[in-house]
């Protein structure tokens, strides 16, 4: 039977079945369920020796799993009639329940996608990845056979522990059906976090053996500062809500306890535009899942494309068009709109707040378009030439602005300034119909102007970049643009620290976005907004005329090649 099974598996998708022959070996298997039974042991016992003993009754020392008043914080401890302390189970259970939880998503995440990461390096070391791109395998076959097979031991771990779960869940009065939402939850956030890992391996290899432990350590920094920065003053009325919509340590169910330290749920007032997701946790989770598949596919767009392909881009021009809207139209909807949208007499700093988070997430996105769209040196050399070609042959020039808005090989910055054309008209819209002041909006319309403008200056001088010679070419363009992004705003706050008096200056940094928000009291700050939008224009005219210049130049090189070899 298990001979069967073996066949079949080797049948359905022979990559998985080539991860699991790998690492299924009983020694494996054995140490694997080992610490995973260990560790679960540990946090057992860890829990129990916290209970409140009848030594604490006579000492008179207050436990938070006692049930008397609370003192200091804690509970006094009581006992019953036979003098045993009565202890909370549910509470007790239930922190069980939510500290496995997240150690188990927490570990999940993070160490399945270094596994992931670390085995397409491995891959590429061995140069075995150019050899399973030649099986007769399709790319989704072979991904799904990466993304089940390589953390196989991990699941089996996970698996292992579900019982306890189980057991201290149900203990704490949540609900099965929760519960299991929960692990949808778990599911759903892994693949995507599973399917960046493996893009990430793909596109990231030039970072050699560091590439594993920059993923998954970031990727672990991000869950652990998020849970740490937003546990205290979550709110799930912004667009900051996003963050714990991709953290599963925010998707947890709650048992209803009285506890004062729980504040679970994090989306119990949790509005999608005007629609009450968060009032029942099924719906938050399905919401949540939904957004994960969405993400999941575009990742998805770009692992077949990059894998087919190690020199295409990571998103066509179309798709990235796509991405932005739908990118918008979530975090849009997470904004606070029952403040902004339906109450009169709104907060003052509601509005730049929420154009602040939206802004900083268009940020995020923007980086991975100019990384997703911008296509290397070789792509856009061949490109020139074909172009120079085309342009001899009289194509005139309608055909080059579609080139250049729907072409893969051809630059991509036309292509970011659409893209932050339709982000750009999003936000305005929900500026404009605001119920805040007319000097609010007129703020938040120049911060969204510089936020653009920001953007195709950094796709302009990031695609300039990767038309260098130098072989470390990408290395370049990160550190550069990591560079410009970063060090401006700590340059200027040691030499100009008042942006009030040095307006100009601060305004072609990465906060000028924010200090459009919430300018400062300066007389000339509108001259200011006058010559920092000149500037920002010509600078982007000087990069672009800087990269015109230099593809001509090699488009008009390699066709001279070309006739010299016909001839």
């Given at each position: 039977?298990?001979?069967?099974?073996?066949?079949?598996?080797?049948?359905?998708?022979?990559?998985?079945?080539?991860?699991?022959?790998?690492?299924?070996?009983?020694?494996n298997?054995?140490?694997?369920?080992?610490?995973?039974?260990?560790?679960?042991?540990?946090?057992?016992?860890?829990?129990?020796?916290?209970?409140?003993?009848?030594?604490?009754?006579?000492?008179g020392?207050?436990?938070k799993?006692?049930?008397?008043?609370?003192?200091?914080?804690?509970?006094?401890?009581?006992?019953?009639?036979?003098?045993?302390?009565?202890?909370?189970?549910?509470?007790?259970?239930?922190?069980?329940?939510?500290?496995?939880s997240?150690?188990?998503?927490?570990?999940?995440?993070?160490a399945?996608?270094?596994?992931?990461i670390?085995?397409?390096?491995?891959?590429?070391?061995r140069?075995?990845?150019?050899?399973i791109?030649?099986?007769?395998?399709?790319?989704?076959s072979?991904?799904?056979?990466?993304?089940?097979?390589?953390?196989?031991?991990?699941?089996?771990?996970?698996?292992?522990a579900?019982?306890l779960?189980?057991?201290?869940g149900?203990?704490?009065?949540?609900?099965?059906?929760?519960?299991?939402?929960?692990?949808?939850?778990?599911?759903?956030?892994s693949f995507?976090y599973?399917?960046?890992?493996?893009?990430?391996?793909?596109?990231?290899?030039?970072?050699?053996?560091?590439?594993?432990?920059?993923?998954?350590?970031a990727?672990?920094?991000y869950?652990i500062?998020?849970?740490?920065?937003f546990?205290?003053?979550?709110?799930?009325n912004?667009?900051?809500?996003?963050f714990?919509?991709?953290?599963?340590?925010?998707?947890?169910?709650?048992?209803?306890?009285?506890?004062?330290f729980?504040?679970?749920?994090?989306f119990?007032?949790?509005?999608?535009?005007?629609?009450?997701l968060?009032e029942?946790?099924i719906?938050?989770?399905?919401?949540?899942?939904?957004?994960?598949?969405?993400?999941?596919?575009?990742?998805?767009?770009?692992l077949?494309?990059?894998f087919?392909?190690?020199?295409?881009?990571?998103l066509?021009?179309?798709?990235?068009?796509?991405?932005?809207?739908?990118?918008?139209?979530?975090?849009?909807?997470?904004?606070?709109?029952?403040?902004?949208?339906?109450?009169?007499?709104?907060?003052?700093?509601?509005?730049?707040?929420?154009?602040?988070?939206?802004?900083?997430?268009n940020?995020?996105?923007?980086?991975?378009?100019?990384?997703?769209?911008?296509?290397?040196?070789?792509?856009l050399?061949?490109?020139?030439?074909?172009?120079h070609?085309?342009?001899?042959?009289?194509l005139?020039k309608?055909?080059?602005?579609?080139?250049l808005?729907?072409?893969?090989?051809?630059?991509?910055?036309?292509?970011?300034?659409?893209?932050?054309?339709?982000?750009?008209?999003c936000?305005s819209?929900?500026?404009?119909i605001?119920q805040?002041?007319?000097?609010?909006?007129?703020?938040s319309?120049?911060a969204?102007?510089?936020?653009?403008?920001?953007?195709?200056?950094?796709?302009?001088?990031?695609?300039?970049i990767?038309?260098?010679?130098?072989?470390?070419?990408?290395?370049?363009?990160?550190?550069?643009?990591?560079?410009?992004?970063?060090?401006?705003?700590?340059?200027?706050?040691?030499?100009?620290?008042?942006?009030?008096n040095?307006?100009?200056?601060w305004?072609?940094?990465?906060?000028?976005?924010?200090?459009?928000?919430?300018?400062?009291?300066?007389?000339?700050l509108?001259?200011?907004?006058?010559?920092?939008?000149?500037?920002?224009?010509a600078?982007?005219?000087?990069?672009?005329?800087?990269l015109?210049?230099?593809?001509?130049?090699?488009?008009?090189s390699a066709?001279k090649?070309l006739?010299?070899?016909?001839?």
């Open positions: 039977m298990i001979q069967a099974l073996i066949n079949y598996l080797g049948n359905w998708n022979p990559q998985l079945f080539r991860e699991l022959k790998g690492r299924f070996k009983p020694r298997l054995l140490l694997t369920s080992a610490i995973s039974l260990l560790g679960q042991f540990i946090l057992f016992m860890s829990f129990q020796s916290q209970l409140p003993t009848r030594l604490s009754v006579l000492q020392n207050p436990n799993y006692c049930t008397g008043a609370t003192k200091y914080n804690f509970a006094e401890c009581l006992t019953d009639g036979l003098g045993k302390v009565i202890i909370n189970w549910q509470l007790w259970s239930w922190e069980i329940f939510i500290w496995l997240i150690i188990v998503s927490f570990g999940l995440i993070a399945g996608s270094y596994l992931l670390n085995d397409l390096a491995t891959e590429e070391r140069d075995t990845l150019n050899f791109r030649l099986s007769p395998q399709s790319p989704q072979i991904l799904w056979g990466k993304i089940l097979g390589v953390p196989a031991l991990l699941y089996i771990a996970v698996v292992l579900l019982p779960h189980l057991w201290s149900l203990n704490a009065k949540i609900p099965l059906i929760e519960i299991i939402s929960f692990y949808a939850v778990v599911i759903s956030v995507v599973y399917s960046a890992a493996l893009l990430f391996g793909l596109v990231g290899s030039w970072l050699g053996s560091f590439q594993a432990w920059l993923g998954s350590g990727l672990l920094g869950l500062f998020t849970k740490q920065s546990s205290s003053n979550f709110s799930a912004t667009p900051v809500s996003v714990g919509l991709i953290n599963p340590s925010f998707l947890m169910p709650y048992s209803d306890i009285d506890y004062q729980s504040n679970i749920p994090k119990k007032s949790f509005h999608w535009f005007t629609l009450p968060g029942n946790f719906t938050t989770a399905c919401f949540a899942v939904i957004v994960y598949f969405i993400g999941a596919y575009f990742i998805w767009q770009s077949q494309r990059c087919r392909d190690p020199n295409v881009t990571m066509s021009k179309k798709q990235s068009y796509l991405l932005t809207a739908v990118f918008n139209f979530i975090i849009l909807g997470c904004a606070d709109w029952q403040e902004l949208i339906f109450n009169i007499s709104s907060r003052s700093y509601s509005l730049p707040e929420n154009i602040g988070f939206l802004m900083v997430l940020l995020g996105l923007f980086l991975y378009l100019i990384a997703g769209i911008s296509p290397g040196r070789q792509t050399q061949d490109w020139a030439r074909y172009r070609i085309e342009q001899s042959q009289k005139g309608t055909s080059l602005i579609h080139d808005i729907w072409s893969e090989k051809s630059p991509g910055i036309l292509a970011i300034a659409i893209n932050v054309i339709i982000s750009v008209t936000l819209c929900f500026v404009l605001s805040v002041s007319i000097e609010n909006k007129n703020n319309w120049i969204l102007l510089f936020a653009g403008s920001l953007a195709v200056i950094y796709a302009a001088l990031t695609q300039l990767l038309f260098m010679k130098n072989e470390q070419r990408q290395l370049w363009a990160t550190g550069v643009l990591m560079a410009v992004i970063v060090l401006p705003p700590i340059f200027l706050g040691i030499f100009f620290s008042r942006p009030e040095y307006a100009v200056v305004l072609f940094s990465i906060a000028a976005p924010l200090i459009a928000l919430s300018p400062p009291t300066s007389d000339g509108s001259f200011a907004y006058f010559l920092a939008i000149l500037g920002h224009f600078l982007t005219g000087f990069l672009v005329s800087q015109s210049r230099k593809l001509k130049k090699a488009g008009e066709t090649t006739l010299a070899a016909v001839n």
